[in-house]
């Protein structure tokens, strides 16, 4: 148990469907995080928000959709996915986005898969 | 972009031998640091050494630090089966963000 918890845990949707992935910390970090995990790739950081701020969108795709209402929740909200983005989905937070000593503590994920 | 690499991408040891994991970088950084996944799980991290240190030790983990070669080592001695793994190394790269390598699947063979 980390203190950040993602569901769901596993998501099937078809290419058509809008769903949500949340994300919620009880570390009383300021700094969340989306993260995608694909097969044979490195870890890529989608978004970053600090004090419900985006502060880093890392040329995701419209597709994706972030929201952050305060700093405990982060939802990442998906719309017409493509195959391609099925991956593992992991969310994150840290004190600040400052990082000179801070760690970055990570949800067990999401698993996405898109058909 | 990419900053840090791990190599060897695998490897694959007898329990209780010694794993060595590397990890090379680009840019100047502020610190680095070491984490673990076990397979469909989320990263727990290992360790923190700053760019200031050299050597850093947790446990039956030593972490070393060559800011001169931009590179980094993670030993872990006396392998358990339970450290089978994927080891990823993180930089800041001077930013705000911490970047990830592809990481180095570790398998312990009992």
């Known amino acids: 148990e980390t203190g950040v918890t993602q569901t769901p845990r596993h998501l099937v949707m078809g290419m058509t469907n809008k769903k949500s992935l949340k994300c919620e910390q009880h570390?009383?970090?300021?700094?969340m995080y989306w993260y995608k995990q694909s097969a044979k790739k490195p870890l890529e950081l989608m978004f970053v928000?600090?004090?419900?701020?985006?502060?880093e969108n890392n040329s995701v795709p419209s597709r994706f959709s972030p929201e952050c209402p305060n700093s405990s929740h982060l939802f990442l909200h998906l719309h017409t996915l493509q195959p391609e983005d099925s991956a593992l989905y992991l969310c994150?937070?840290?004190?600040?986005?400052?990082?000179?000593?801070?760690?970055?503590?990570f949800g067990e994920g999401s698993w996405l898969t898109v058909v | 972009s990419q900053q840090g690499e791990e190599d060897p991408q695998a490897l694959s040891i007898q329990e209780g031998e010694n794993a060595t994991m590397n990890c090379s970088y680009k840019?100047?950084?502020?610190?680095l640091q070491w984490y673990r996944q076990n397979s469909g799980r989320g990263l727990v991290h290992l360790i923190l050494?700053?760019?200031?240190?050299r050597e850093k030790h947790s446990g039956r983990l030593r972490v070393t630090l060559d800011t001169s070669k931009k590179s980094s080592s993670l030993l872990i001695t006396a392998s358990r089966a339970a450290d089978t793994a994927s080891y990823f190394c993180?930089?800041?790269?001077?930013?705000?963000?911490?970047?990830f390598g592809q990481g180095t699947r570790l398998t312990i063979n009992p």
């Open positions: 994150a937070s840290s004190p600040e986005t400052a990082l000179d000593g801070n760690t970055i503590y």
């Open positions: 570390l009383g970090h300021n700094a």
């Open positions: 928000y600090n004090f419900k701020e985006q502060t």
């Open positions: 840019t100047s950084i502020n610190n």
């Open positions: 050494i700053r760019s200031n240190e």
């Open positions: 993180a930089t800041d790269g001077g930013a705000q963000k911490l970047v």
